[in-house]
């Protein structure tokens, strides 16, 4: 083989190795696009899916802000907040909610800044409180609607609870949304209302 056979060979050679390595590489990519997409839809369902649940298996709920562990529900104005109390059972003498049996969703807004807003679930049973979702951005809130998707004055337990939960990174597995990352951003939007209401 003369020198410029061997040179032609080498790089032909050379074209198609980075062609099987590109082709790799872009495999690896789009499995791990592939592996968040599942990861975070599996993970979403797995955490709201017990919240919307207790949502339409409520007896009533009230709309409201929380400071510390002190929730104070809205009565009037726009009903939009960032906790939400569900009252699980009546009181069967009269059909009201029980007000001391309750599950409370809350949003902590502290590290916010950080790109780390949490979803904690409270019962009133024990008290004790755990993480639902992490790393949450934008607005944390609850929000009471009518049919036509309207945020209501004045509630019933009849309203639509809804809220968006808007990430910053995938958490399985652990994949970064925004800059340079994979996705601008990552957002799950909630909406639910008893199917029982018959408290009040």
Same mark, same amino acid.
């Given at each position: 083989?003369?020198? &410029? ?8 050679? +050379?074209? =198609? ?8 590489? #872009? $495999? ?8 968040? %997409? ?8 797995? @955490? &709201? ?7 339409? @298996?409520? %007896? +009533?709920?009230?709309? +409201?802000?929380?400071? !510390? ?7 009037? /104005? ?10 699980? *059972? ?21 590290? *916010?800044?950080?790109?780390? $807003? *949490? ?13 639902? =979702?992490?790393? #949450? ?11 036509? !998707? ?7 337990? %009849? ?21 340079? /990352? ?5 957002? &799950? ?6 199917? *029982?209401?018959?408290?009040?």
């Amino acid at each position: 083989m003369t020198i &410029i056979e061997m040179m032609f060979t080498i790089l032909l050679m +050379g074209v =198609v190795i980075a062609g099987v390595l590109s082709a790799n590489f #872009l $495999g690896l990519r789009e499995g791990r696009l592939m592996e968040s %997409k599942a990861g975070a839809s599996d993970a979403a369902r797995r @955490s &709201i899916n017990q919240m919307l649940y207790e949502i339409r @298996s409520a %007896k +009533g709920f009230d709309i +409201g802000t929380v400071s !510390g562990t002190n929730f104070t529900a809205i009565t009037s /104005g726009s009903m939009q907040g960032t906790g939400l109390k569900l009252y699980t *059972i009546t009181v069967s003498s009269n059909r009201v909610v029980d007000a001391t049996r309750y599950v409370l969703y809350y949003f902590d807004t502290s590290q *916010i800044a950080s790109a780390n $807003g *949490i979803l904690w679930r409270q019962n009133s049973t024990n008290g004790a409180a755990s993480i639902v =979702v992490s790393n #949450l951005i934008n607005t944390l809130y609850f929000t009471s609607e009518d049919y036509l !998707g309207a945020t209501q004055a004045v509630r019933t337990y %009849k309203g639509i609870v809804h809220c968006t939960l808007q990430f910053s990174q995938f958490q399985y597995p652990l994949t970064p949304v925004g800059t340079n /990352g994979l996705f601008d951003y990552y957002r &799950i939007d909630c909406r639910a209302t008893p199917h *029982i209401p018959d408290g009040s």
